[in-house]
Antibody, heavy 123, light 113 residues
Framework: QVQLQESGPGLVKPSQTLSLTCTVS??????????WSWIRQPAGKGLEWIGR???????DYNPSLKSRVNISIDTSNNQFSLRLSSVTAADTAVYYC???????????????WGQGTLVTVSS | DIVMTQTPDSLAVSLGERATINCKSS????????????LAWYQQTPGQPPKLLIY???TRESGVPDRFSGSGSGTDFTLTISSLQAADVAVYYC?????????FGQGTKLEIK
């Protein structure tokens, strides 16, 4: 059973860069069967997809965040990471990593999620 | 972006009764090459991540009780809980995976009446 676990600072100052890592256990991030995503949820609000990465390093981002987001993958440590630059209070949220099955060029629903980590943007 | 709109925003149902949540997409989620609807449903309880319930609009994820069912096609979809249990109190989200960016409905809060 795959498990995903987010880690990183819980407090980030405005204008700085938010950095989180998702560690995958019970399965290989190098598996060609999955894409790996970041999703966030402000307190009491809905879910926003941030972006995704494949084992090759190929990425797709939400256009609303694309100018500030970078997702990378470290297959040797079975991890993938999120960097979000120039953060403001509006970026305060629980950040989740998640896995989505793929088939050729089609990517599907999120079948496994991390527990989430709260990141607060405040001085 | 594909906009996902859920109705109602909140719902109170008696234990043992049926609960119905609707989800409408701003464009069809039916992929013509495989005749599948790219729509999933998730359940989120407080302090927990979303849990996948239904994918392909009507396929139940392994381990999900059969009182949960999904239906619909194209732009209109429904999640039905046939006999509400106390454990079903949660927020429910629909999500489209037809196109980037993936988008979610705003959520429906389900409570016990």
């Amino acid at each position: 059973q795959v498990q995903l676990q987010e880690s990183g600072p819980g407090l980030v100052k405005p204008s700085q860069t938010l950095s989180l890592t998702c560690t995958v256990s019970g399965g290989s991030i190098s598996s060609g069967s999955y894409y790996w995503s970041w999703i966030r949820q402000p307190a009491g609000k809905g879910l926003e997809w941030i972006g995704r990465i494949y084992r090759s390093g190929s990425t797709d981002y939400n256009p609303s965040l694309k100018s500030r987001v970078n997702i990378s993958i470290d297959t040797s440590n079975n991890q993938f990471s999120l960097r979000l630059s120039s953060v403001t209070a509006a970026d305060t949220a629980v950040y989740y990593c998640a896995r989505a099955p793929r088939d050729t060029d089609l990517v599907y629903y999120f079948d496994s999620w991390g527990q989430g980590t709260l990141v607060t943007v405040s001085s | 972006d594909i906009v996902m709109t859920q109705t109602p925003d909140s719902l109170a149902v008696s234990l043992g009764e049926r609960a119905t949540i609707n989800c409408k997409s701003s464009q069809s989620l039916l992929y013509s090459s495989n005749n599948k609807n790219y729509l999933a449903w998730y359940q989120q309880t407080p302090g927990q991540p979303p849990k996948l319930l239904i994918y392909w609009a009507s396929t139940r994820e392994s381990g999900v009780p059969d009182r949960f069912s999904g239906s619909g096609s194209g732009t209109d979809f429904t999640l039905t809980i046939s006999s509400l249990q106390a454990a079903d109190v949660a927020v429910y989200y629909c999500q489209q995976y037809y196109g980037i960016p993936y988008t979610f409905g705003q959520g429906t809060k389900l409570e016990i009446k």
